[in-house]
T-cell receptor, first 112, second 114 residues
């Protein structure tokens, strides 16, 4: 199993550009989520999904969109990048809501 | 409201010392889960332990041990005989039963000096 994979590993954007961060897992996990990690603030939940076709907002959803068309993939879209979205983004998955989350390696995004 | 507090921003110890990382949580639920994750300098997040609110037994895994006390809403993590490889940021997290929303603390950076 590859576990949770994320691409790209690094990305630099200009303000106003859009892009999609990819996340995939091969563990047949129903639950997937996106977090951002900023210095001194820990990890904050952006969006999550409890299964294909079902998504919900987390703590900091503004400026991000998600969709879940398959169990394996959970992409995160930045519609119009802003410098405040400079962060490290982590995708995570778990088998069930009660289960342990396993994290991908992260994507370091810089918005100029 | 749910909250996780890791008051220790950074701790430095000399190798072989014991060190305890504090985690205090707030929740009104009776059923919840607590977690510890390690983030080494390479950046990935590594799961260490999960505890549910009904299991107050302390846990030991090698040099790692966890002390869960509902009376003080604390879930502290102790590393015995620390090693340089233990240098990392450690996060405590809380999840309430019935939701998938995890609340993370701000992390404690542990530096173990040779």
């Amino acid at each position: 199993n590859a576990g949770v994979t994320q691409t790209p590993k690094f990305q630099v954007l200009k303000t106003g550009q859009s892009m999609t961060l990819q996340c995939a897992q091969d563990m047949n996990h129903e639950y997937m989520s996106w977090y951002r990690q900023d210095p001194g603030m820990g990890l904050r939940l952006i969006h999550y999904s409890v299964g294909a076709g079902i998504t919900d907002q987390g703590e900091v959803p503004n400026g991000y969109n998600v969709s879940r068309s398959t169990t394996e993939d959970f992409p995160l879209r930045l519609l119009s990048a802003a410098p405040s979205q400079t962060s490290v983004y982590f995708c995570a998955s778990s088998y069930g809501g009660w289960d342990t989350q396993y994290f991908g390696p992260g994507t370091r995004l810089t918005v100029l | 409201a749910q909250k996780v507090t890791q008051a220790q921003t950074e701790i430095s110890v000399v190798e072989k010392e014991d060190v305890t990382l504090d985690c205090v949580y707030e929740t009104r639920d009776t059923t919840y889960y607590l977690f510890w994750y390690k983030q080494p300098p390479s950046g990935e997040l590594v799961f260490l332990i999960r505890r549910n609110s009904f299991d107050e037994q302390n846990e030991i895994s090698g040099r790692y041990s966890w002390n869960f006390q509902k009376s003080t809403s604390s879930f502290n993590f102790t590393i015995t005989a620390s090693q340089v490889v233990d240098s990392a940021v450690y996060f405590c997290a809380l999840r309430q039963s019935g939701t998938y929303k995890y609340i993370f603390g701000t992390g404690t950076r542990l530096k173990v000096l040779a």
